[in-house]
């Protein structure tokens, strides 16, 4: 299995992709945004997709929607064919986005809206935090995207502001807070550890001396 930035050679796969999204969203029974080949084509040609591939086959697709002037960072469309999935390649394929949008877009907050509980729970351990809409985008194009979701009418009754699905938000700029406070608490430790070690030789030295 061979996971993988898309290109020009996998666009040939874009109506195959938007099948099966199609049908994975009928069977659930759960709102989804539909997209056509011609988008799912774009998306590929700007080195915005991922691609899972089983030998010549399309086992995994995710791709990545720039809002906000490159502000916010969407990942959507994550599928697996159902020949390759619960072998944990959806996960595999996130973790791949996930990471390939922090080195294209380093300063955007990546974001997201699912109803699925897997994908909460893949979100969730790649440091995404729940949050209400009012934190996502406020870029109008993305919310025109929901339009062909069976939930729109929802959305648009509560003025945009909440759904079935779950805004979830990563802030590139908090975890690096974090990990300068975790940085300099460790520091921290560090040097008062040290003069207690250095205070209680000097104690021995000095007991050892008498």
Known sequence: ?????AN???????EE????????AAIRGTGIAKRTPDYI??????????IALAGKNFAGFCYIEV????????????????????LGLAKKVKEFTFNH??????????F????????MKIN??????????????????????????????????KDYKMCLCTGMLFDPAKQVQKKQSWFNKTIVKLIKDKKQTLLENNKKVTSWKK
């Open 1 to 5: 299995m061979i996971i993988t930035i």
């Open 67 to 86: 809002w906000g002037h490159n502000k916010y960072v969407a990942h959507s469309g994550l599928i697996v064919h159902p020949e390759y999935r619960n």
């Open 8 to 14: 020009h050679e996998h666009i040939h796969f874009a």
């Open 17 to 24: 992709i938007c099948e099966v999204i199609a049908a994975s």
């Open 112 to 119: 997201g809206i699912t109803t699925g509980l897997a994908v």
């Open 101 to 110: 949008s922090l080195k294209k877009f380093p300063d955007a907050k990546i």
């Open 41 to 50: 084509r774009t998306k590929i040609e700007n080195g915005n997709a991922i």
């Open 124 to 157: 969730s351990e790649l440091g995404y935090k729940p949050v209400t809409f009012s934190e996502l985008t406020d870029d109008p194009k993305f919310w025109q995207g929901c339009q062909t979701c069976t939930n729109f009418s929802i959305l648009t009754s």
